[in-house]
């Protein structure tokens, strides 16, 4: 498989439904035990720090949850598919600088939860990478990805309440800046 530079579509839907299991998983346990949602990120405080690797795992309910299992579950095949969008890379970059922007950004006295981060991450990823990599395939996937999902866009802007917008900016951030360094 070394010189194909797609995965197959089962392959991909594997490695996507896993880790979105994961996150159902521990999800649900940390439901079942409210203090876990303590190691969400607090913006600009030390335990905050923790909530960089916890906080896309932990979610306010679970129509909350739910709602985050199946955009990630579409983005990441996407994303599996293709190698040459260093998929492992990609998401853990997507991830960290995500959730290190929202620790720097972050409204003070909240605890940021969610996936949402890294689904606006893999949502810039994949559209800024269709016109960085200049391949059919990932411009395929930039308007796949733009038609389905880049309406969420709006979610970037601030506002009032308990969204937090600061999180999807920073996501939308670490993607087109993960694309923008992935391009070669």
């Known amino acids: 498989m070394s010189g194909r530079r797609t995965r197959s579509l089962a392959d ?5 439904g896993s880790l979105v299991g994961i996150l159902l998983l521990v999800g649900l346990v940390a439901l079942a035990a409210p203090p876990l949602q303590l190691l ?5 405080t030390v335990r905050g720090l923790i909530g960089i690797l916890f906080s896309p795992l932990l979610h306010a309910n679970l129509g909350h949850l739910i709602t985050n299992a ?5 983005l990441l095949t996407l994303l599996f598919i293709d190698k040459h969008y260093k998929p492992a890379a990609t998401l ?3 991830w960290l600088l995500s959730g290190l922007g929202t620790w720097l950004i972050g409204r003070g006295g909240a605890i940021h939860l969610g996936a949402s981060s890294i689904i606006y991450g893999l949502v810039t990823y994949l559209i ?8 059919w395939q990932s ?7 733009f038609v389905l999902y880049g309406g969420v866009m709006y979610g970037i802007l601030p506002r009032h309440g ?4 600061e999180g999807h900016l920073c996501g939308a951030c670490a993607g087109v800046w993960v694309a923008w360094r992935n391009r070669k």
Not at 12 to 16: G, K, N
Not at 162 to 165: L, R, T
């Open 12 to 16: 991909a839907a594997e490695t996507s």
């Open 40 to 44: 969400g990120i607090t913006p600009r």
């Open 70 to 74: 199946l955009p990630l579950f579409v």
């Open 92 to 94: 853990a970059l997507i």
């Open 128 to 135: 800024a990478s269709g016109l960085l990599q200049r391949t």
């Open 139 to 145: 411009a395929f996937v930039a308007v796949v990805v």
């Open 162 to 165: 308990p969204i937090s917008w």
